[in-house]
């Protein structure tokens, strides 16, 4: 069973930063994913062996990486917009192939931390 751990939510003034992080159990392809109330859940960022994947409406401002020595994968976000605030939830693949921006890829997925940002 896959485990992910998320932390660094929390909420920020526009123009601020915050960076997540998501401590998985093993090493795998990841993705980041957010849902704002009443929408459904959007896809942010993957990174998988060959390279990173981002939304059109965080390209740019926010970088996705990993630490393989630690199983974890972080999302700096910089520049944050009031239509950022969400909850981001961090998202394995444990099967082979590509992370991409479709929930459907992802087998495993973290609890959710609070991104809240204010005008």
């Known amino acids: 069973q896959v485990q992910l751990v998320e932390s660094g939510g929390g909420l920020v003034q526009a123009g601020g930063s915050l960076r997540l992080s998501c401590a998985a159990s093993?090493?795998?392809?990841m993705g980041w994913f957010r849902q704002a109330p009443g929408k459904e859940r959007e896809f942010v960022a993957a990174?998988?062996?060959?390279?990173?994947y981002y939304a059109d409406s965080v390209k740019g401002r926010f970088t996705i990486s990993r630490d393989n020595a630690k199983n974890t994968v972080y999302l700096q976000m910089n520049s944050l917009k009031p239509v950022d605030t969400a909850v981001y939830y961090c998202?394995?693949?444990?099967?082979?192939?590509?992370?991409?921006?479709?929930?459907?890829?992802?087998?495993?997925w973290g609890q959710g931390t609070q991104v809240t940002v204010g005008s």
């Open positions: 998202a394995a693949r444990s099967r082979s192939g590509v992370a991409g921006p479709r929930v459907d890829q992802y087998d495993y």
């Open positions: 990174i998988n062996w060959s390279g990173a």
């Open positions: 093993g090493r795998y392809a």
